[in-house]
């Protein structure tokens, strides 16, 4: 989440390679290149797509579950705080950045494989197209033995079964997956009327507005630039977790759309929903498309 040190992230890794190890899996641990890490667990080839989900999430969940002031499991991002685990890279066809791939970062920063010992004491920053030839040369590939431990999912599969027991169940999938059996409402709790009971009651759902959508990211920014001016007040009043930035898939592309949870504005400080600026509308593109294909396919005919 936005405002969230390196040094968090640390935190964070130390947990999950606690975990990982009382449920006697082998973590191999690299830099995403970008602001995050990723841990890779080779496995025997037993389970479901299904199957490592659900494992990847129960593994979130306990991570969570031990460090709940660092760590989030939750999906929407409103919901978040600290450091996400993200159980959703396990979904089918989903992509990670390969070990040792560049990143688009002004310092080509390259995704590098590490040992424990060296993730706690390196940076993202010491990885980059310059420097990972010669690291390469003289230690060779961090995770050269990955295939020669494979592990069992069975110990993570039963605390699925134990969470599932006790309430927690499927979590949200990628929004451009068929609804899966079991899965919870796929609406964010900033567009519900009411919130997750507590106390009897229910809580109000968090108030977030929509800023900006835009085919590109930087455009989106500009747009939340643009409201910031507009409104210095409440802008000074947002904690850095409260700018939302979120990629959104479409058929063929990505886009981007910015939101804002006031949840930390003084009510008389909360502006209204405004017309989005800019206003990007992917599903017309998709359509412009398609339909101008059906015209080409006519012509050709």
């Known amino acids: 989440m936005p405002g969230i040190a390196w040094s968090q992230l640390l935190d964070v890794a130390r947990v999950v390679q606690e975990v990982l190890a009382d449920f006697r899996l082998v973590g191999w641990p690299k830099t995403?290149?970008?602001?995050?890490?990723?841990?890779?667990?080779?496995?025997?080839?037993?389970?479901?797509?299904?199957?490592?989900?659900?494992a990847a999430l129960a593994l979130a969940r306990e991570v969570e579950r031990r460090a709940p002031d660092l760590a989030t499991s939750k999906w929407w991002k409103e919901e978040r705080h600290g450091v996400f685990l993200d159980y959703n890279q396990n979904a089918k066809d989903r992509t990670v950045a390969g070990a040792y791939s560049v990143r688009p970062r002004p310092d080509a920063r390259v995704s590098a494989p590490v040992t424990w010992d060296e993730l706690f004491e390196c940076r993202p920053e010491d990885f980059t197209l310059r420097t990972m030839p010669a690291r390469f040369a003289a230690i060779g590939d961090r995770h050269a033995r990955i295939d020669e431990n494979p592990c069992s999912l069975e110990a993570l599969l039963e605390l699925s079964a134990q969470q599932e027991a006790a309430g927690l169940g499927d979590a949200p999938w990628p929004p451009h997956y068929a609804k899966q059996a079991?899965?919870?409402?796929?609406?964010q709790p900033s567009r519900t009327k009411r919130g997750p009971k507590r106390s009897g009651r229910r809580a109000p759902a968090k108030p977030l507005i929509e800023i900006s959508r835009a085919a590109k990211q930087d455009d989106a920014l500009a747009g939340l630039e643009r409201w910031r001016t507009r409104h210095p007040q409440t802008a000074a009043h947002l904690q850095p977790g409260d700018v939302l930035v979120d990629a959104m898939r479409g058929r063929s592309s990505t886009w981007t759309r910015v939101r804002v949870n006031l949840e930390h504005v003084p009510e008389a400080l909360r502006p209204a929903q405004e017309p989005l600026d800019p206003d990007y509308d992917p599903n017309a593109r998709s359509m412009a498309g398609r339909v101008g294909k059906s015209r080409r396919a006519r012509r050709g005919a």
């Open 182 to 187: 079991g899965e919870p409402p796929r609406v």
């Open 32 to 54: 995403s290149g970008s602001r995050g890490i990723h841990v890779n667990v080779r496995l025997h080839r037993r389970w479901s797509f299904t199957d490592v989900r659900r």
